[in-house]
């Protein structure tokens, strides 16, 4: 990477720290992008978007939306900005190791996000399967609407790589090794061992340093166990050691979908008998299999849905209106940046889509969400 070009120079590392400040304002200066931009303005303003070299995780309770959201904010939006913006000097690649879903259904939940921003049809997974009372089936002006969409599909395709054979953490290391190792060339150090010089790789240069490789694997824990090892002693190899190289060696960006623990599914009292709906909420400790993947992680994102807990209200919104369409996006850690921000969404699980929901002091606004989210 660019950065790694920098440090054989042999200056100091603060030149070498001031040197990459200098290059990437100069970018900035001419009308680049340092980053893929994040698609919420209020959480943009602590996270301003996907940068490579970090390593990220997307964590929130059984069925509430985590891989929806990875598929978002990992697959359509960096996607999305690669084709609105063809100026841009980014290139993307992106693999998604779907240990839970075959590629045909990973590929129909883009679908049905595409039917509904481009054609505004709400239609589902089960819809598109043709699932549902008996005699329905999927009507002929959506089947139409798929098919005008070939070239599109196929060009994505050529961005990013489905993979739903491979679920041990070896097997998804080596297959992202072998990419980078064919978009790049390592240099070479000699170093002395037992009196005998030998020469060994030191530093990764790829060919091309704006290209944005994404690995997301979702989820980690339906990894299968390396042999000898534990889930957990599993999971802690993939992010210690496999997700840190990949990362640090190779600067790609390092997706993981974590569920969390059972634990958070309960509703938890105060002595009084009083709900404690922050307990409710995803965290870090919350999550399951392994708490230790946090460590290793720059950012973690948690997506709470306060609805599944009868909860009336979360931050001044109505949940009672909204029940399934409210998330909260929440950034549990922020190596470079802030914790702890919230950022209100509307989502609709039937077509994948989020959108970040206007502030609660815009009062017109809000209700028409609320009329919206009441006609769905």
């Not at 009083?274 to 997506?303: H, M």
């Amino acid at each position: 990477m660019e950065e790694n070009k920098i440090k054989l120079s042999g200056e100091g590392i603060f030149d070498s720290a001031l040197l990459q400040i200098k290059k990437r304002q100069e970018r900035a200066a001419l009308g680049h992008v340092n980053c893929i931009p994040f698609p919420f303005e209020r959480t943009s303003q602590y996270f301003p978007g996907i940068e490579r070299g970090t390593y990220d995780i997307c964590t929130a309770s059984s069925g509430v939306g985590k891989s929806k959201l990875a598929r978002f904010l990992y697959v359509i939006i960096p996607y999305t900005f690669i084709k609105e913006n063809p100026d841009t000097d980014i290139r993307l690649k992106i693999f998604y190791f779907s240990l839970e879903e075959s590629k045909e259904k990973f590929m129909m939940s883009i679908i049905s996000y595409w039917l509904f921003v481009q054609h505004n049809m709400r239609v589902s997974i089960k819809q598109l399967r043709s699932v549902g009372n008996v005699g329905y089936y999927l009507p002929d002006d959506v089947i139409a609407k798929i098919e005008e969409a070939k070239e599109y599909f196929a060009d994505l395709e050529k961005y990013v790589t489905i993979i739903d054979h491979i679920h041990n953490p070896t097997g998804i290391f080596k297959t992202m090794k072998s990419y980078n190792e064919s978009k790049g060339k390592w240099t070479k150090r000699t170093i002395t061992i037992d009196g005998v010089d030998k020469e060994v790789n030191d530093t990764y240069i790829p060919d091309d340093v704006n290209e944005y490789v994404i690995a997301i694997t979702d989820h980690i824990g339906l990894l299968r166990t390396e042999k000898g090892l534990s889930k957990h002693e599993t999971i802690s190899r993939f992010s210690s050691e496999h997700c840190i190289e990949l990362r640090n060696k190779y600067a790609n960006i390092v997706v993981n979908v974590q569920q969390q623990s059972s634990d958070k599914e309960k509703k938890q009292y105060t002595f009084k008998g009083q709900s404690i709906d922050e307990k409710l909420e995803p965290s870090l400790d919350g999550l399951a299999n392994n708490k230790e993947t946090q460590r290793d992680a720059d950012n973690v994102f948690g997506l709470f849905a306060p609805d599944r807990y009868q909860m009336e209200e979360c931050d001044g919104y109505k949940v009672n209106v909204m029940q399934d369409h409210f998330r909260m996006l929440l950034i549990l850690k922020s190596r470079d940046g802030e914790a702890n921000v919230r950022t209100p969404l509307f989502f609709d699980g039937a077509c994948s889509y989020f959108k970040e929901l206007p502030r609660i002091e815009d009062t017109g606004a809000i209700e028409k969400v609320y009329q919206y989210t009441q006609n769905l």
